[in-house]
């Protein structure tokens, strides 16, 4: 009942990612271990989440069929009689999650996953088509890389909470890059551009701040920024369905190498 569909897996990845890049600052600002609850929230973290991307697919299912892309990789995009599970898969996937983040004590951690789980079902029930879809992902991600942090320390400081903001940044000014060049520059390019422009505001200001304060932590942010000229450079010569493949792989390359750099930047020094 728990099993992933092929498609699922890269996202489950990709959060899994996150709630670990967030851990590693609490590890290396703090030293801070983990335990049999930060364990058991942390599953909850990822199983809660998970439900949104079959609430998403339920949404976007008449068009996913048009999309011949999306039509091969999304099994309800080319079998409607998958409805019923996926709603049945959605709830027990947020359901299962939210018991598990029980466990925590530290209450800014549920309230971050619960506001998380919040951002991302008014994403997908369609502020993704309006100009405040890069504002919404912006917090969305924000709170998701938060949450690895907060499971173990009850509260973020300032240069903490800043750099979090700049990897969400990072990461939402990606994403409307990528749904520009997906959509050829012709279907949704407003609500586009507003992810994007978003998120370089988020990107820079907050890595400003962090160098202006002299903090250890804009280096291992500019280590990630740097770690995504692999995936920039080879990303126009990528077929359409291997930029879902490959690209997608290429993607762990910069949490790797931020989480390498509060390691280095900010533990061993």
């Known amino acids: 009942m728990f099993a992933f569909d092929n498609v699922h897996y890269y996202s489950f990845i990709k959060n899994v990612l996150q709630f670990a890049l967030g851990a590693t600052l609490a590890y290396a600002l703090f030293a801070s271990l983990p335990d049999a609850i930060t364990l058991f929230s942390a599953l909850g973290f990822l199983f809660a989440y998970h439900s949104v991307y079959y609430m998403n697919d339920i949404v976007d299912m008449d068009a996913d ?3 011949p892309i999306k039509r091969r990789i999304k099994p309800l995009a080319r079998d409607r009689m998958k409805l019923k599970g996926y709603v049945l898969k959605m709830f027990l996937f947020m359901l299962v ?9 530290h209450v800014m951690f549920k309230l971050v996953v619960f506001a998380a789980l919040i951002s991302n079902l008014l994403h997908s029930a369609g502020l993704k088509k309006t100009p ?44 409307g890059v990528y ?11 407003i609500t586009r551009w507003h992810d994007t422009f978003v ?8 890595s400003l701040w962090l160098l202006y304060v002299g903090s250890s932590l804009f280096m291992a942010l500019l280590l990630g920024l740097l770690s995504t000229l692999p995936i920039i450079l080879s990303y126009p010569f990528l077929s359409p369905h291997n930029r879902l ?12 190498a931020v989480m390498a750099g509060l390691l280095l930047f900010c533990r061993m020094w």
């Open 65 to 67: 069929a048009k999309d």
């Open 97 to 105: 999650g939210l018991a598990l983040t029980s466990f925590n004590t």
């Open 132 to 175: 405040l879809s890069g504002v919404n992902m912006l917090v969305m991600e924000w709170l998701k890389f938060s949450a690895g942090y907060l499971a173990f320390i009850p509260a973020i400081p300032l240069n903490p909470a800043m750099f979090l903001l700049a990897v969400a940044g990072a990461y939402t000014f990606a994403y």
């Open 179 to 189: 749904k520009n060049i997906s959509a050829g520059f012709k279907e949704g390019i």
């Open 199 to 206: 998120g370089a505001l988020a990107l820079i200001i907050p």
């Open 245 to 256: 493949r490959i690209g997608g792989a290429l993607t762990i390359i910069p949490y790797l």
